[in-house]
C-alpha cells in the first residue's frame, strides 16, 4: 500500500523512552529539591541572624540604661507580663527576656525572641518562651568563675560592665541553639552544635559559625550553672577572653 505524497508518519516513543525520560526528571528532582530546600534554609538563617542583630541592640540599649551593666537580674516580668518569683541566676541563660522588660515591653520583644519555623506549645504558644537565642553565661558572673581555679565563690554572681569585654570582636552574646528551620536535627559534638549557627558578637556583628569550633570551654565549677561544660558560655577567663 503506497502513502500519499506529502502525508508524514509520526513515530510515538517506545516504552523504555518513557521510562528514561521519568528516571531523568526524577533525578533532576532529586538535585533541586535538596538545592531549594537548602536555599529555604539559608533565607531563615538569615532571617534568625537579623533577630540577633536587633537583639544586640537592645542589649545595648539596656547597658546604656544601666550604668555599662549586661542584662542580669534575679527579679523580672516574663514573656506573659507575669511577675516572677526567685529566678536563679544561670537560668537566665535561656530566660534572658525577662531582664529586658524596662527596655521594651515584653509584647514587643517576643516576636525576635523566636527563629523561623520555631513553635511553642500551651496557652499563647508558652508566650514565646523559652527564646530560640542563648545568652552566653560569661555575662552572668565575673570573669575569674572561669580562671581554672575551679572556685564556685558567690561573690562572683554580679552582673558584668562593657568595660570588662577585653575582645568585643571575639567574644560571642547569644546565638541560635535551636535551628528550627534545618530539615536535619542539629549535628552536636558534646554538648556544642556542630553546624552554622547564627551568632551575635560584643560589638555587634553577626556571623553563622559552628560552637563546637570555640574555643575550649572551662568547666563552671557552680553546682546549678546553666551548660557547665558547653562553649561560648564557659570562655576561658568569662567576658575577658575569645570564642573564636
Known sequence: MRLHKGIQTRRAFTLIEILVAIGIIGVLIAILIPVLAGG?????????????RSIGQLVQAYTAQYNETYPWATRGINGCDIPMGFLPVWQLARQWPVAMHEVIPPRELRPITLAPGARREGPDQ??????????????????????????????????????????????VLMWDWELPYQAKEPRKVGPDLDEPTPMIFVDGHGMARAPSEATQAVANPFPDAFAPTARLHNTPDGVRGRDY
Open 40 to 52: 529555604r534554609s539559608t533565607a531563615q538563617r538569615t532571617a534568625s541572624l537579623a533577630n540577633l
Open 126 to 171: 508558652n508566650c514565646g518562651h523559652p527564646p530560640s537565642y542563648e545568652y552566653s553565661a560569661s555575662f552572668l558572673a565575673r570573669p575569674q568563675v572561669w580562671d581554672g581555679r575551679g572556685v564556685a565563690d558567690e561573690s562572683l554572681l554580679r552582673g558584668v560592665t562593657t568595660g570588662m569585654v577585653a575582645h568585643p570582636s571575639s567574644k
